[in-house]
């Protein structure tokens, strides 16, 4: 999945629970069970990328999930445990980057990397984009409702 996406997700999880312990936990076991299903991201092309492309790709990518979650839940979830939550739903990813961005093909990021493989599930556009439009619409509706 987008980095985005995995935020807005966190973001909903932690407007969902009562103790934002649950929701850290809940915001990590999100990433796997949300890239298992077919998806389409930014990581599709990398080959073809510089360092700084992949860089500047995958921090618009994730400042723009934590945006988007920021901004459709940040007045209901205190803004550390929000910005938390939203980081841990996307950690998985942030352990990674090394192994891209400074070619440190060892433990821990080399495991990280072979695990995110393992569990993701790649489709292209536009199906592998439609669930996680599905997801931001959910995270609109749920924002107004919760
Ligand atoms: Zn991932």
Request: hydrophobic residues 55%; aromatic residues 16%.
């Amino acid at each position: 999945m987008l980095a985005a996406t995995h935020a807005v997700v966190g973001a909903m999880i932690a407007a969902s629970v009562s103790r934002p312990e649950l929701g850290y936990m809940a915001a990590v076991v999100s990433h796997p069970v949300l890239d298992f299903f077919p998806h389409w991201d930014l990581h599709t092309r990398y080959s073809q990328r510089t360092k700084m492309a992949i860089l500047s790709t995958s921090l618009t990518d994730a400042a723009i999930g934590m945006g988007i979650g920021w901004w459709l839940f940040g007045s209901q979830v205190e803004t550390t445990t929000l910005f938390i939550t939203m980081f841990l739903a996307q950690i998985f990813d942030w352990f990674e980057a090394p192994f891209h961005l400074f070619d440190w093909h060892f433990a821990p990021f080399i495991n990280i990397k072979r695990l995110q493989s393992w569990w993701h599930t790649k489709l292209g556009l536009p199906w592998g984009l439609v669930p996680q439009m599905a997801i931001f619409a959910l995270a609109i509706y749920f924002a107004q409702v919760n």
